[in-house]
């Protein structure tokens, strides 16, 4: 289905799992449009210095949440967010919202044209997830079915050996899914009720998602 063309002022969203290929896919669009790629973790760095002192917390400023290593709250999360869409010419939004009361809040100061949802099953991400390998001498990586070392078990650049981190283990991998299911799944029936929505097999390879990325904007 067409929905295209949104060149002038694209509003995009971008929903999907823990490796689902989303950074992929919002950075290719954002280099192809010349649009801005909003990320949670971007907004806050590039706005951690913004007076937020109506807010009700304990800081001024993001910057007090990060340095302390604290969650930052919802509601400051959605004042990066809206800062850093209100200075976008067009945009593609990927890891935000999380969540339904987010995503309500989005609603406020954005209008969004179209969500895309990059659909990857569970034994797909599980692969993509836990196949990822660092090199504990250089910090190189590399995935055992999508980018192997020529020398099972090697660094590449340095010889060093590769280890599967913490974040990458079968059960740590498992739970941020189940957590991604109850908490930002349920955006794909919110986002479907308001005819918004559009489904992308995101098992294909990243050429072929954007292919059909593409086509949605044509």
């Known amino acids: 289905m067409s929905r295209g063309p949104y060149v002038q002022s694209m509003e995009l969203l971008l929903v999907g799992a823990p490796g689902a290929g989303k950074g992929t896919q919002a950075a290719r669009l954002a280099a192809t449009y010349e649009i801005d790629h909003i990320t949670t973790g971007d907004a806050l760095r590039a706005n951690k210095d913004l007076d937020i002192s109506d807010v009700d917390g304990p800081y001024d400023t993001p910057r007090?949440?990060?340095?302390?290593?604290?969650?930052?709250?919802?509601?400051?999360?959605?004042?990066?967010?809206?800062?850093?869409?209100?200075?976008?010419?067009?945009?593609?939004?990927?890891?935000?919202?999380?969540n339904r009361s987010q995503a309500e809040h989005l609603e406020t100061f954005a209008t969004l044209e179209l969500v895309i949802y990059l659909d990857v099953g569970t034994e797909e991400l599980l692969r993509r997830l836990t196949g990822r390998r660092v090199c504990a001498e250089c910090g190189a990586t590399y995935h055992v079915d999508f980018d192997p070392p020529e020398q099972q078990g090697r660094c590449d650049a340095c010889g060093g050996k590769l280890r599967q981190r913490d974040d990458d283990r079968p059960a740590v991998v498992r739970e941020r899914l189940r957590v991604y299911r109850e908490e930002t799944a349920p955006l794909i029936d919110f986002y479907e009720e308001r005819d918004l929505l559009e489904r992308v097999d995101g098992e294909a390879d990243p050429d072929t998602v954007f292919t059909a990325i593409e086509r949605l904007l044509a």
């Open 64 to 98: 007090g949440y990060m340095d302390a290593g604290e969650l930052v709250p919802d509601a400051v999360v959605n004042r990066i967010v809206e800062t850093a869409v209100d200075a976008a010419d067009g945009y593609v939004l990927d890891g935000y919202p999380r």
